[in-house]
């Protein structure tokens, strides 16, 4: 379904279950044959945000983690909910904090899953992007490039795209098996194509190193869950602090897992999540 939230410009958005409790989730197009354990009782919401997934492309100008909080709402008011949780992967879990700030009467409860902390990107990076560079296989990143350079990527996109994930997506995951286990394709959207991809992460950028809510996070009365993996290649300190500075939060860390817990740690990711929507 498609939602206009600018003149013209619209962002796409698909719901799995139908049970009362409404759970939004940006970044949606990853998760959309992953997240039926959530279901029982609930509805979940797959948001693909603004310049991602099936929705327009806006533009450097109309990017940013601040429209996208506010695309939440416009969203939230289409669907009749009165109150949501959230779930935010990656830098989405900014996003949704955000929105949960500007919007506290509307938001139950948060899910900050593998994300940043309250300060955006104002963390030392721990030395962790070393251990996602070197779980890349030179030999395939070698014949990523021979691809590019034999025009692939523009020949056959979707086909560069799963080759390109294929070797470099495992640069997030502990297990590197456990991506055989994604069901859903990013690469049918010509947004997540590598090249096209990094541009549209490359317009969020400015916000993210312009967040910085620590003294609002320090009032956020929603509970949240703080979800990490302890192999992400990303900083851990920055959500460890979210999960020190949100008055009503806990903090959940999965061992032998990456950026991606639903499915390298399924059997404790959903368990968990699950009753923490719940209410518990």
């Known amino acids: 379904m498609n939602l206009e939230v600018e003149p013209g410009k619209r962002i796409f958005f698909s719901t799995i279950g139908d049970g009362p409790q409404v759970v939004v989730m940006p970044g949606g197009f990853y998760v959309e044959h992953e997240f039926e354990p959530l279901t029982d009782g609930r509805t979940i919401v797959l948001l693909h945000q603004r310049n991602r997934g099936r929705s327009d492309v806006f ?23 009165d109150r949501i949780s959230l779930i935010g992967w990656s830098y989405a879990g900014l996003v949704t904090a955000l929105y949960a700030l500007d919007h506290p009467e509307h938001v139950d409860r948060l899910v900050h899953l593998c994300s940043l902390g309250p300060r955006g990107f104002d963390y030392p990076d ?8 070197a779980r890349i296989d030179p030999e395939g990143a070698k014949r990523v490039q021979e691809l590019q350079d034999e025009g692939v990527a523009d020949e056959d996109p979707e086909r560069f795209c799963r080759k390109w994930r294929a070797v470099f997506g495992v ?9 055989d286990r994604q069901r859903s394709d990013p690469c049918v959207y010509p947004n997540e194509w ?7 992460v490359g ?8 967040f910085d809510e620590t003294e609002r996070l320090a009032t956020l009365e929603a509970p949240m869950l703080v979800v990490i993996g302890l192999d992400d290649p990303i900083p851990l300190e920055p959500a460890r602090e979210m999960a020190r500075i949100v008055p009503d939060a806990r903090l959940l860390e ?5 950026h991606w ?4 740690r399924p059997e404790v990711f959903f368990g968990q999540v699950d009753v923490f929507l719940a209410g518990d």
């Not at 817990?261 to 390298?264: F, I, K």
């Open 254 to 258: 999965l061992e032998r897992c990456g």
């Open 203 to 210: 317009w969020l950028t400015p916000s993210i190193e312009r």
């Open 261 to 264: 817990p639903w499915l390298e």
């Open 171 to 179: 640069r997030q995951f502990c297990e590197p098996a456990a991506m």
């Open 59 to 81: 533009g450097e100008a109309l990017s940013g983690i601040d429209r996208e909080a506010d695309d939440i709402e416009v969203l939230r008011r289409e669907l009749g909910a």
């Open 126 to 133: 721990e030395g962790r992007p070393a251990i996602g560079a």
């Open 194 to 200: 590598p090249q096209a991809n990094a541009e549209r």
